[in-house]
């Protein structure tokens, strides 16, 4: 394939078998996660109220390739293998001679990554006779996957989103009903945990922590029913490499090799899914890219938090994870990356983190959107919130490039399209748009709420 | 290629080269274009205060095949060529023999098919030292595709949006803005056409016609600024048929044959994309597929409007095109799918239409929403209000197949995503959509003041 085209695209005989587990080629294992009664690894028995053995065992294991099921790949295939673009018109326009591939997952049915896990989590717990599927959701992106992702195979799919998203966003709800799916305003009246915030506070513009509680005790009050988590956890890195495993078949068809390798990070499964089989490359000496995330500056994990056991939620009810961790009750700032605002790092990208194997930036929300929008009007593609960090980073190094004059091969994932965030670009475009700075002392007062764990 | 693949991609090596012209392959030519002062046809200096002159000379055109410019080559690559699609999980849900493909445009910088006559129009025009270009909107697809058309070329794009639209579709117009186009409501107090308006009615929700208006006047008055239109006319007929020649060749790569096209017309420029290159093969006798265009009950020009010398704007300041027409003043009822809310039909469309080589139907709203909701559950794609039609006349044709146990091929264009327009499948989905009855008193009287044109 000439190596002056725009979309380097596989057919679909071309697009990955297996799934990527990068723990056994690691130095060293993960730390264990923790029960936070006995302060043991948890088991299978104890997370089996709420997920179906196979994904259970894919959290677990130490196999480095997992087989993809057929029925996967069948609706996979209808948005993959995505396409690798070569951002000729943003390299133009930044006069760098640095060359800029982005692979892009808008192209899915919720127009963002979430559905590589949430159609093989839909197809587990269907397998296992399960009958319905809740969540919680933020912004809207992974309700919307998974209420796609339960209509493949005849699942109903019941969806608690934060009630201040659910009344500023009512196109995401209107997407995931569309699909199929239930979606109500958490807190509601549905659940115990629900009607305790109620009580307390009619008003209630809930938050991720709650819609958890509400999903999770409706899950575990149902025989038939089963949760679903969409970022953080080892199976969901482990369904995300696709992307990494086909933009290396994509790069080599053009004989790229990648020098730097950026990705956005919220719970981390976009940047892992991309990084991980790279990762794996650069540990056997196959190549040697820097590997770097980036994270909201108003809510920076990896370069301003702590490595240390924490809850996955704010209010404290999952096992305990070694994590980089803002603390589990840190709120951040509303900026308009929903994707990125959680206090933790996905456990397996901490461990990697802490192993030196991959860096870390932060970048302000002002700086994002310009690269968003120099990028729609080069590229054609209006990026969600989220990726357009990576794309700051992306272009920062690009004009670092054009200093030294290196023609750096730079690889990043624009992980989503902006459509439903359209209003976000109207703020920036009418200077409405703030930087939040971040609150030394929240993070500092979030910490000393740590739970206390043995060494 | 497997005859069982997903998508059928085309490298970009495939793309063609040329758009195609059917005029000369046609059994007559088409009526000309008259001055409705002269009653005279319009030749190019009538135009040229409007457009360049390779636009003027592209809508005469007697030339089979126009060479596409590497300029928009370029361009086209960021998305083009675009998947055809095979309808496995649609044609499994309606348990049809027969084999549905689907040709998507909602992968384009607009998310329609809109940027393939937007960027050739704004490339001619700044090869003309053109600085700056209007337009209208309604809906605002369009608008859209010219703001980014614009910007790939270094110019400015203005655009007046019905302000009915302009109010009602907040994401549209940011979608404009962030691609760097300058939009205002019509009428406006920047025209005389608007201030007349306003002067009349200060409320006054505007029109696709006053808009018109005051596109036209300001390209008028200004030598650096020219006008560009979206559909109706043959040049942006012409530039639409990448997406037929595109189909042609993907579907010969899985050794299919159509029997069946069925495309949505509004103005007609999609649907004359898709169809005109079969329509070649058709008449050259090397396929014989029926040609269908689906048009909304509430605006049928070809099934319920007369073939007549009409204007092409409500106000009737255009030259006469000879088309279907339901009436230049007739006003159709506000339909979710308003690129289909068009009074007349572009001449060429309904000039093959009057030869026989092409049939028509037509679809109400909730039909069309029917469809597009088992499309986006089957398919993982939510489809705007327009195509819906087009899947409706699918499905039907597909269950009629059910019926006969004919496997037949039927091809159809899926124009665009409907990411901007979900504010109508809630509608649809809690009951409160409406379907329209025509009437025909309104068309009747419309059709009473169609403009005099000497035999």
């Given at each position: 394939m000439s190596d002056d085209v725009t979309k380097i695209l596989l057919s679909e005989s071309e697009m990955p078998t297996s799934w990527y587990n990068i723990v056994p080629d690691l130095p060293s294992p993960p730390p264990p996660v923790l029960h936070p009664g006995t302060m043991q690894p948890v088991g299978p028995?104890?997370?089996?109220?709420?997920?179906?053995?196979?994904?259970i065992e894919q959290e677990v294991t130490t196999e480095r390739h997992v087989t993809i099921p057929p029925e996967v790949l069948e609706v996979y295939r209808l948005w993959r293998p995505s396409p690798l673009y070569r951002a000729h018109r943003l390299e133009k326009a930044l006069g760098t001679p640095a060359k800029i591939y982005y692979k892009y997952e808008g192209v899915s049915p919720a127009g963002s990554h979430k559905p590589n896990t949430a159609v093989p989590q839909a197809y587990y717990n269907a397998s296992a006779g399960i009958r319905r599927l809740t969540t919680e959701t933020g912004a809207g992106q992974w309700g919307t996957a998974l209420s796609f992702a339960a209509a493949q195979f005849g699942l109903e799919c019941e969806i608690w989103q934060v009630r201040a998203s659910y009344?500023?966003?009512?196109?995401?709800?209107?997407?995931?009903?569309?699909?199929?799916?239930?979606?109500?305003?958490?807190?509601?009246?549905?659940?115990?945990?629900?009607?305790?915030?109620?009580?307390?506070?009619?008003?209630?513009?809930?938050?991720?922590?709650?819609?958890?509680?509400?999903a999770v005790e409706v899950a575990a009050q149902h025989p038939d029913t089963n949760y679903a988590l969409g970022s953080v956890l080892n199976h969901v890195l482990l369904h995300q490499t696709v992307i990494g495993e086909e933009a290396l078949l994509q790069l080599a068809k053009v004989g790229a090799v990648p020098d730097v390798i950026v990705g956005c990070t919220g719970g981390g499964s976009n940047f892992a899914g991309l990084a991980f089989p790279f990762l794996r490359?650069?540990?056997?000496?196959?190549?040697?890219?820097?590997?770097?995330?980036?994270?909201?500056?108003?809510?920076?994990?990896?370069?301003?938090?702590?490595?240390?056991?924490?809850?996955?939620?704010?209010?404290?009810?999952?096992?305990?994870?070694?994590m980089h961790t803002l603390g589990h009750d840190f709120i951040p700032d509303p900026i308009h990356a929903g994707g990125l605002r959680y206090h933790g790092m996905a456990p397996l990208i901490?461990?990697?983190?802490?192993?030196?194997?991959?860096?870390?930036?932060?970048?302000?929300?002002?700086?994002?959107?310009?690269?968003?929008?120099?990028?729609?009007?080069?590229?054609?593609?209006?990026?969600?919130?989220?990726?357009?960090?990576?794309?700051?980073?992306?272009?920062?190094?690009?004009?670092?490039?054009?200093?030294?004059?290196?023609?750096?091969?730079?690889?990043?994932?624009?992980?989503?399209?902006?459509?439903?965030?359209?209003?976000?670009?109207?703020?920036?475009?009418?200077?409405?748009?703030?930087?939040?700075?971040l609150s030394g002392e929240a993070v500092e007062a979030a910490l000393t709420r740590l739970p206390a764990v043995p060494a």
């Open positions: 028995d104890d997370l089996a109220p709420l997920f179906p053995m196979a994904i009344d500023q966003k009512p196109y995401r709800k209107l997407m995931i009903e569309t699909f199929g799916g239930t979606i109500h305003p958490s807190p509601s009246e549905l659940t115990a945990a629900g009607r305790a915030v109620l009580a307390a506070d009619p008003d209630s513009p809930g938050s991720l922590g709650i819609a958890i509680s509400e490359e650069k540990l056997a000496g196959r190549m040697a890219p820097v590997i770097r995330a980036v994270e909201p500056a108003s809510c920076p994990s990896l370069t301003k938090g702590v490595y240390a056991y924490d809850f996955g939620d704010t209010a404290g009810m999952t096992p305990l994870m070694k901490s461990h990697v983190y802490e192993l030196g194997l991959i860096e870390a930036v932060a970048k302000s929300q002002r700086e994002c959107f310009e690269a968003g929008v120099t990028f729609a009007r080069t590229e054609g593609i209006i990026p969600a919130p989220e990726p357009t960090h990576a794309l700051a980073a992306c272009v920062e190094e690009a004009l670092r490039c054009k200093e030294t004059g290196e023609p750096k091969v730079i690889l990043t994932a624009l992980c989503g399209h902006g459509h439903l965030d359209l209003p976000a670009y109207g703020k920036f475009l009418s200077g409405e748009m703030t930087d939040h700075a």
